[in-house]
């Protein structure tokens, strides 16, 4: 199948599995003599995992690690064990960061009632008072101040990917 078919069938953009091939995810194709990319049924496969992986959220590193399990069956799965044991930790982390995002823009919404003019609304003037206290530089520690992942399915992407995080064919879902 050429990559437009590929891209159907999986549901994945053309673009990102370009990158996946670059990345060394996804084995380079085959030509035609017409010098078009031709997948088989492995790809295919293939393809859905790393999807899969990426609809859990795990990293492009992650994900490697994983396909070289998967490539070599008679390893040893205690390793893949802890991977996914970190990553379990990490999702952890994410959501209690979300839900103290959670808590923080419930008392934001609290802070402002129907039918005021917007010189006097509290979610405007506790944002703007946020803005002026916070730091927004990144921390030496390199700790986010915004969770990552957390609503990239609702933002408007632009050809499949996150605006949020701009053109980012990894971030294809």
Same mark, same amino acid.
């Given at each position: 199948?050429?990559?437009?078919?590929?891209?159907?069938?999986?549901?994945?953009? =053309?673009?990102?599995?370009?990158?996946?091939?670059?990345?060394?995810?996804?084995?380079?194709?085959?030509?035609?003599?017409?010098?078009?990319?031709?997948?088989?049924?492995?790809?295919?496969?293939?393809?859905?995992?790393?999807?899969?992986?990426?609809?859990?959220?795990?990293?492009?590193?992650?994900?490697?690690?994983?396909?070289?399990?998967?490539?070599? &069956?008679?390893?040893?799965?205690?390793? =893949?064990?802890?991977?996914?044991?970190?990553?379990?930790?990490?999702?952890?982390?994410?959501?209690?960061?979300?839900?103290?995002?959670?808590?923080?823009?419930?008392?934001?919404?609290?802070?402002?009632?129907?039918?005021?003019?917007?010189?006097?609304?509290?979610?405007?003037?506790?944002?703007?008072?946020?803005?002026?206290?916070?730091?927004?530089?990144? &921390?030496?520690?390199?700790?986010?101040?915004?969770?990552?992942?957390?609503?990239?399915?609702?933002?408007?992407?632009?050809?499949?990917?996150?605006?949020?995080?701009? &053109?980012? &064919?990894?971030?294809?879902?």
């Amino acid at each position: 199948m050429k990559i437009g078919q590929l891209a159907a069938a999986t549901g994945t953009q =053309v673009e990102t599995i370009r990158y996946y091939e670059r990345q060394g995810l996804l084995s380079v194709a085959g030509r035609t003599d017409g010098n078009y990319r031709v997948y088989d049924e492995s790809h295919k496969q293939r393809l859905a995992f790393i999807r899969h992986c990426r609809c859990l959220d795990m990293t492009l590193d992650e994900i490697r690690t994983l396909l070289g399990y998967k490539d070599s &069956p008679r390893g040893n799965c205690g390793e =893949v064990d802890e991977l996914l044991d970190e990553h379990i930790g990490h999702v952890t982390t994410r959501i209690q960061e979300l839900k103290a995002l959670a808590k923080e823009l419930r008392a934001l919404r609290a802070s402002c009632s129907v039918g005021r003019a917007t010189a006097e609304c509290g979610i405007l003037e506790g944002l703007e008072r946020a803005a002026r206290e916070h730091d927004h530089a990144a &921390p030496a520690g390199g700790q986010r101040h915004h969770v990552g992942g957390s609503h990239h399915e609702r933002l408007a992407t632009r050809k499949g990917h996150d605006a949020a995080k701009g &053109p980012d &064919p990894v971030r294809d879902r």
